[in-house]
């Protein structure tokens, strides 16, 4: 990248009550049931093994499917990692250059490897005939064509893939049916109709077999969307015992608060599970994994209730990608920002369209082992995805998943993209002819298929020709074409065979002691998650321990500028007192610990910890009140350190040696997530792009800040006029504006200043080495900033345009959007970072506790060989 030629050249879960005596008795009764319902599901597997013979062949089970003919499914051999691994003591590696997973290292021993199909790519595209006579709607036989549905619901087992309700697809209208697809067979049959007060849309759905009657499945939904649009949903829960011959709905009881699109699953040890989703209001994404104990009959244990065991990290996105293979249970992308619920629907078309519909690329991982009870970041996808409930699928050997279409963003997409469960990484295979939201997608024959009702127009019915719709009006009802009102389409999938050997561990030397965590990377350009850490734990261990623990942390923020401690239980991970202990281990080169620290801030005098301060709103007021600032109370109704959308290194605009070597942030009070996240930028790779001339020319700037030495801070008198310097920022907060206004406030603000003597000009250099690495990475605070030494303020900030605002991009940030209890670490030489309030920011408590003891490093400037 080169500057332009114009800048150059001129847990506590709330409601779980985990102490409470009743709640004691129900675990106490879960934990029975779980041990019965492994007792019986061992024993039923168990004698289906035995029942293969011993003629070392793989061997046939045959199962009754229900309302199809019977089905002959292929008894597998599941590699199982977990159990193969179970006698060495593993480690997860630390990340390096060379293998940014940590995944390098030693292979365990085993005796054989599941020989595996990897999918290298797709033929083309060719349509699947339908038959002449496709019968009336509402009225078809078994079929090869299903029942109309748009944005359903999808539960998988086996050969079958059941969809359950979802929008009729003019968006007006909802489907109440239950239809099942059968892989062997191809056809589509209508086994139920849903209960009238349930959910007819964006449930949770999962299936699973009996484990005490084979020929029963039992389909499980929970919570979703009452009626079309975007109307309110229900808490309610079902679950549908399936024979061949009778269905039974039976009532679960009601999820403890409203989820839409949640992902949900049914785990080998008998529990059924509900993971993320948008909340009551449609919009807010919403983080709680909940848990309901299932009978060993496959029924519910209706008294036990649900049970809140865990958070996503990401806050749990709705419309996000779902598939269950090799133990785990994988989790995509999704999305928060639905159009707001409604009671009544007037008009779909002004009620429901306006929304902001942020997509994530976040991916996770859970084990299905309830023993192991945290998700886990995989690699994320390659690009911002939604709408991929229904396109999202595992392979039959289970190790790749795709996900086909969806919306990227909020534009539709066609691309195909791959992920290797081996590998951890994702590839882009292929496309389209046409995109659309929840393509329903399942492997059939060594093809892929995919099918899909595409939108019609509000008022308009589809016929039962499915080429054309009628639309409806007062005057007449008129046909219309409707080109690919119906498409099923699929493609043959070509494979590479080979040995796949499972994800690779590091068996660290018998020698060295190291502390146990597993780390993923959060970001294709910086940060690293550190998982399976207690740190109060950790903090409380001998000397020794301790320093080999911050030795450890320092290796990698130093590699990766960022470190995210994720909360476990979405309560608090650590005391304030803590916090700074956690700081100290960061603090190994500061030189002196200051005397005084700056004023403005609301601080932690009266508990004796002046450290930590408190970013906070003005709906935290009420949490920080009783605390002391320099002799006075916190004002209320007042924002401290969150005002404005401008990216910084902490503490970059000080004098001397009082710049911020390391930040440490602890989320205490989070209720609005999406209302208050923080973003990331490397500032390592900001230089690093540049092309070697604009190289050369930036490293030697030097960034003008103006400094009252009395409070250490850049609040200036006079300071009716320096509170107005924010409204000059720009709207991406990449530099001020560079218009005559801006350049005369700053002068008039400069001159003022100095004529009254209290406060001083000092410079720092733009571009500095890191002071471990050396690596070299912008440093400064775009808000404090005044201009560039020996340049005019206009010029300055047209630079600075040019040069951060590639760095900034939505592709190249990590936006972290915090929830109670995460901790971050932020390597101020190595990233820059920004709050980034939304428009109802002020409107829950948010409030973070931040600690950037002033001192260590001198910014000293970078000089290229």
């Not at 785990?328 to 078309?349: E, K, S, W, Y």
């Not at 294709?524 to 321990?545: F, R, T």
Request: glycine share 6%; with cysteine.
């Amino acid at each position: 990248m080169s500057l332009s030629s114009r800048s150059m050249g001129s847990l506590n879960g709330g409601k779980n009550g985990i102490n409470s005596s009743k709640n004691i008795q129900k675990l106490i009764l879960v934990a029975i049931i779980s041990a019965l319902a492994g007792a019986l599901l061992t024993q039923h597997i168990l004698i289906h093994a035995q029942s293969g013979g011993s003629s070392g062949r793989s061997s046939s089970l045959v199962y009754t499917k229900i309302g199809v003919p019977e089905i002959e499914l292929e008894k597998k051999e599941i590699f199982d990692f977990e159990q193969a691994t179970a006698t060495k003591e593993l480690v997860r590696g630390l990340p390096t250059a060379e293998d940014p997973s940590g995944r390098s290292g030693l292979l365990p021993t085993v005796s054989k490897l599941k020989e595996t199909k990897k999918i290298r790519g797709l033929s083309a595209w060719e349509k699947v005939r339908l038959p002449s006579n496709l019968g009336e709607p509402g009225r078809r036989k078994p079929t090869v064509v299903p029942e109309e549905f748009c944005e359903s619901s999808a539960a998988r087992i086996e050969d079958a893939v059941i969809v359950v309700g979802g929008f009729l697809c003019d968006f007006n209208r909802v489907t109440d049916l239950v239809q099942l697809y059968n892989r062997s067979t191809g056809i589509w049959t209508t086994i139920a109709r849903l209960p009238a007060t349930a959910a007819k849309t964006h449930q949770g759905a999962a299936a699973m077999r009996s484990p005490t009657d084979p020929k029963t499945i039992w389909l499980f939904l929970v919570s979703g969307q009452i009626g079309p649009g975007c109307t309110v949903g229900t808490t309610e829960s079902w679950a549908l015992q399936i024979r061949k011959k009778k269905h039974v709905w039976s009532k679960l009881p009601d999820l403890p608060e409203i989820r839409y699109a949640p992902s949900a699953y049914v785990s080998d040890n008998g529990f059924l599970h509900v993971v993320g989703g948008a909340g009551p209001n449609r919009l807010d994404p919403k983080p709680e994994h909940w848990i309901l104990p299932l009978a060993p009959t496959g029924r519910a244990v209706s008294h036990a209730g649900w049970f809140l065991i865990d958070y996503l990290p990401d806050g749990g996105a709705d419309s996000a990608g779902f598939a269950l293979a090799r133990g785990f249970a994988f989790r995509f992308g999704g999305q928060h920002g639905h159009p707001h619920a409604v009671n009544i629907l007037t008009d779909n078309n002004k009620q429901c369209q306006d929304s902001p519909e942020v997509a994530h690329v976040e991916s996770y991982r859970r084990s299905l082992n309830q023993s192991i009870n945290s998700w886990q970041m995989i690699a994320p996808m390659p690009w911002p995805a939604s709408h991929i409930g229904l396109s999202t699928v595992a392979t039959d050997d289970e190790s790749q998943i795709l996900v086909v279409s969806g919306k990227e963003g909020k534009v539709v997409t066609q691309k195909i993209a791959l992920y290797d469960l081996d590998t951890d990484h994702w590839h882009v295979i292929g496309s389209l002819p046409l995109g659309q939201p929840d393509y329903l997608v399942w492997f059939q024959h060594d093809y892929l298929h995919a099918l899909k009702f595409r939108w019609h127009p509000s008022n308009s019915t589809l016929n039962a020709d499915l080429r054309t719709i009628t639309k409806h009006s007062q005057q007449q009802n008129k046909i219309i074409d409707w080109p690919q009102a119906f498409t099923h389409i699929r493609a043959k999938v070509l494979y590479t065979n080979n040995q796949t050997p499972p994800p690779h561990v590091l068996v660290p030397e018998q020698k060295v002691v190291l502390p146990v965590f597993e780390t993923r990377p959060i970001h294709q350009n910086l940060g690293v998650q550190i998982l399976g850490v207690d740190l109060k734990k950790e903090l409380a261990k001998p000397p020794v321990q301790l320093a080999l623990f911050g030795k450890a942390l320092r290796n990698l923020v130093d590699k990766y500028g960022l470190l995210h401690f994720p909360s476990r239980t979405g309560t608090r991970q650590i005391e304030p007192k803590q916090l700074v202990a956690l700081h100290t281990l960061f603090d190994h080169d500061q030189r002196k610990p200051p005397s005084k620290f700056h004023k403005g801030m609301c601080r932690l005098w009266r508990s004796g910890l002046p450290q930590v301060n408190l970013l906070a709103n003005k709906a935290a007021s009420a949490h920080v009140e009783a605390l002391k600032d320099d002799g006075t109370n916190c004002a209320q109704n007042t924002v401290y350190g969150m005002e404005t959308y401008a990216w910084h290194a902490d503490e970059s605009s000080r004098p001397d040696d009082l710049s911020v070597r390391y930040t440490v942030f602890h989320a205490a009070v989070i209720q609005n997530a999406t209302q208050g996240e923080t973003h990331f930028a490397s500032a390592a790779q900001a230089y690093e792009r540049l092309d070697p001339a604009t190289k050369q020319l930036v490293t030697t700037l030097d960034v003008k800040y103006l400094t009252n030495p009395k409070s250490l801070d850049a609040f200036l008198p006079p300071l009716d006029i320096a509170g107005k310097r924010d409204s000059f920022l720009e709207s991406d907060g990449v530099a001020k504006h560079s218009s005559k206004e801006a350049a005369d406030f700053m002068d008039n603000l400069v001159n003022k200043c100095q004529a009254q003597g209290t406060c001083r000009t000092h410079i720092s250099p733009l571009v500095v080495p890191h002071p471990r690495t050396a690596k070299p990475a912008l440093h400064l605070d775009v808000k404090q900033q005044i201009g560039f030494k020996g340049l005019n303020f206009s010029h300055s900030q047209r630079i600075l345009k040019d040069l951060l605002r590639p760095a900034t991009s939505s592709k190249l940030i990590y936006r972290h959007r915090w929830r109670v209890g995460d901790v971050v670490v932020a390597d101020n030489f190595n990233v820059l970072h920004t709050a980034a309030p939304g428009e109802a920011f002020n409107d829950a408590p948010r409030l973070i506790e931040r600690i950037c003891v002033p001192g260590g490093h001198i910014p000293r400037r970078y000089s290229p060989r």
